[in-house]
């Protein structure tokens, strides 16, 4: 079927809609029209690292509604809201024990630019292959995507908001609920305030954390912050992060997250800890150096990376809807909605910090 979708020719372009041609679902299967879809750091990686092979169409933060479904398709139906997820095998050992994050084929599956079977499902008018991104490439009018790509929500809701659960929502507050698993009244720091970051916030004051403290360098960001749940947030432009910790929690924070992926901010989030310690990185970073004696072993701190909240989006993605439902995790606050046509302008607003989370809507157009 011919479809529009958004593409990157080469490294560092910009996206182009275009038209192109879509293949039907395999028995495994499903295709989606997509209503909307959300803007995340990672599609600009995407866009500029060459971590997939171009010509890429790219989009990973998808709501939309199921047009047909493969033979073997068993947990959703033709006209079920869904949003997409992260691309997981579901046969491996860390899937199958309920880490499908940890999938061991995660990377090939979400950047190796085909699906499952090694094949494609986007062509352009040529019949060349054109990339997939996550599994799903939703800046697109329709797309195929693996069944374990694809999480039923509810129709209550209004799915125009739903896409960044799929990936930048369900990581910071996933992180925060399934990974750390803090206990009622203890303390953490939070090192950036977008989307990852604002979500860690609200899902720390769900849990009844103590101290929940902000870090950033711009004061709005750290005045959202502070409305969704921040007790206390500090301008590391103008004040030392972790003198302000220390005076707080006198030994230090009990958790810290990363979302910055900036060296020394990293280090910064690792000292701040209290002894025992542990922090958790979600940004995409490059090399770091620590002392292992003096910034980690000595005090028996732990520094893990975290992917997509270590979650099960199709247990995880309704629980975050019922807690949006509730008012208590207020994600819609964080949103702008864009045009397909303005999509450039949507990746631009979101490098430049004037918008949280932008979402595309696809269907408008």
């Given at each position: 079927?011919?479809?529009?979708?958004?593409?990157?020719?080469?490294?560092?372009?910009?996206?182009?809609?275009?038209?192109?041609?879509?293949?039907?679902?395999?028995?495994?299967?499903?295709?989606?029209?997509?209503?909307?879809?959300?803007?995340?750091?990672?599609?600009?990686?995407?866009?500029?690292?060459?971590?997939?092979?171009?010509p890429?169409?790219?989009?990973?933060?998808?709501?939309?509604?199921?047009e047909?479904?493969?033979?073997?398709?068993?947990?959703?139906?033709?006209?079920?809201?869904?949003?997409?997820?992260?691309?997981?095998?579901?046969?491996?050992?860390?899937?199958?024990?309920?880490?499908?994050?940890?999938?061991?084929?995660?990377?090939?599956?979400?950047?190796g630019?085909?699906?499952?079977?090694?094949?494609?499902?986007i062509?352009?008018?040529?019949?060349n292959?054109?990339?997939?991104?996550?599994?799903?490439?939703?800046?697109?009018?329709?797309?195929?995507?693996?069944?374990?790509?694809?999480?039923?929500?509810?129709?209550?809701?209004?799915?125009?908001?739903?896409?960044?659960?799929?990936?930048?929502?369900?990581?910071?507050?996933?992180?925060?609920?399934?990974?750390?698993?803090?206990?009622?009244?203890?303390?953490?720091?939070?090192?950036?305030?977008?989307?990852?970051?604002?979500?860690?916030?609200?899902?720390?004051?769900?849990?009844?954390?103590?101290?929940?403290?902000?870090?950033?360098?711009?004061?709005?960001?750290?005045?959202?912050?502070?409305?969704?749940?921040?007790?206390?947030?500090?301008?590391?432009?103008?004040?030392?992060?972790?003198?302000?910790?220390?005076?707080?929690?006198?030994f230090?924070?009990?958790?810290?997250?990363?979302?910055?992926?900036?060296p020394?901010?990293?280090?910064?989030?690792?000292?701040?800890?209290?002894?025992?310690?542990?922090?958790?990185?979600?940004?995409?970073?490059?090399?770091?150096?620590?002392?292992?004696?003096?910034?980690?072993m000595?005090?028996?701190?732990?520094?893990?990376?975290?992917?997509?909240?270590?979650?099960?989006?199709?247990?995880?993605?309704?629980?975050?809807?019922?807690?949006?439902?509730?008012?208590?995790?207020?994600?819609?606050?964080?949103?702008?909605?864009?045009?397909f046509?303005?999509?450039?302008q949507?990746?631009?607003?979101?490098?430049?910090?004037?918008?949280?989370?932008?979402?595309?809507?696809?269907?408008?157009?």
């Amino acid at each position: 079927m011919k479809i529009s979708t958004a593409i990157v020719q080469k490294q560092g372009a910009l996206l182009n809609i275009e038209n192109a041609q879509l293949d039907d679902p395999k028995p495994n299967e499903v295709l989606v029209k997509i209503v909307s879809s959300g803007v995340c750091h990672t599609d600009a990686a995407g866009r500029d690292m060459g971590m997939t092979p171009y010509p890429l169409a790219l989009g990973h933060e998808g709501a939309g509604i199921i047009e047909k479904i493969g033979s073997s398709v068993t947990t959703v139906r033709p006209g079920d809201h869904v949003v997409l997820s992260f691309s997981y095998c579901g046969h491996c050992e860390n899937c199958l024990s309920g880490h499908p994050a940890n999938c061991v084929h995660l990377n090939e599956l979400n950047f190796g630019g085909h699906n499952f079977d090694g094949s494609h499902r986007i062509h352009d008018e040529s019949g060349n292959d054109i990339s997939t991104f996550f599994g799903q490439s939703s800046f697109s009018s329709y797309s195929v995507v693996d069944e374990h790509g694809v999480t039923k929500v509810s129709k209550d809701v209004d799915i125009n908001v739903l896409g960044p659960l799929g990936c930048g929502f369900q990581t910071g507050a996933g992180t925060v609920l399934n990974y750390l698993k803090p206990e009622f009244g203890s303390s953490i720091v939070i090192f950036g305030t977008g989307a990852v970051g604002l979500s860690a916030i609200m899902a720390a004051k769900i849990i009844g954390m103590d101290n929940i403290i902000a870090v950033d360098v711009y004061d709005n960001r750290l005045k959202i912050a502070k409305e969704l749940g921040a007790t206390g947030v500090i301008n590391s432009t103008i004040e030392n992060p972790n003198e302000i910790i220390q005076k707080v929690t006198r030994f230090g924070v009990d958790y810290s997250i990363d979302t910055t992926g900036v060296p020394q901010v990293i280090k910064t989030a690792v000292t701040a800890l209290k002894p025992s310690g542990v922090c958790a990185l979600l940004g995409i970073a490059g090399d770091v150096t620590f002392n292992i004696q003096q910034d980690i072993m000595g005090e028996s701190k732990k520094v893990v990376g975290v992917i997509e909240g270590d979650a099960i989006p199709q247990l995880f993605i309704p629980k975050l809807v019922n807690y949006y439902q509730k008012g208590m995790f207020p994600f819609d606050k964080l949103i702008r909605f864009y045009n397909f046509k303005s999509i450039n302008q949507a990746f631009e607003d979101s490098a430049n910090g004037s918008v949280i989370k932008p979402v595309v809507k696809i269907l408008d157009d």
